[in-house]
């Protein structure tokens, strides 16, 4: 799950981010047969906006409280000059990370 800039932009959607997110990854778990433990990986946003810090917060704050969810820390990844996407380079090792935290099962 690599999602957040547009809500990190706005006061309203990063205010309901955790929640939101909450309640995504619950429907989601219940919508597929077989899934209710599936595991849930969040990249965490690095874009620069007004209310970064408030969805970070909720992405780490939904990764500690949910079970078999775990956050991808992105801050050291440069993004592009359009401050909210990454490059090629970073890119791969975003997919990286998760690839990690997926083998290995890591929070």
């Known amino acids: 799950w690599m999602q957040g800039e547009t809500d990190s932009r706005d006061s ?9 997110l909450t309640n995504f990854i619950k429907a ?7 899934a209710e433990n599936m595991r849930f990986v969040i990249g965490q946003i690095s874009a620069k906006a007004k209310y970064l810090n408030v969805v970070q917060q909720a992405q780490y704050d939904v990764s500690q409280n949910k079970n078999n969810v775990s956050l991808v ?6 993004l592009k000059p359009d401050n909210t996407h ?3 380079a970073s890119q791969r090792e975003l997919g990286k990370r998760f690839a990690d935290i997926i083998e ?3 929070r």
């Open 28 to 34: 989601l778990r219940a919508n597929i047969k077989g």
């Open 12 to 20: 309203t959607k990063a205010h309901s981010y955790k929640e939101n």
């Open 86 to 88: 990454y490059g090629p």
């Open 73 to 78: 820390v992105t801050k050291d990844l440069p």
């Open 104 to 106: 290995k099962g890591e």
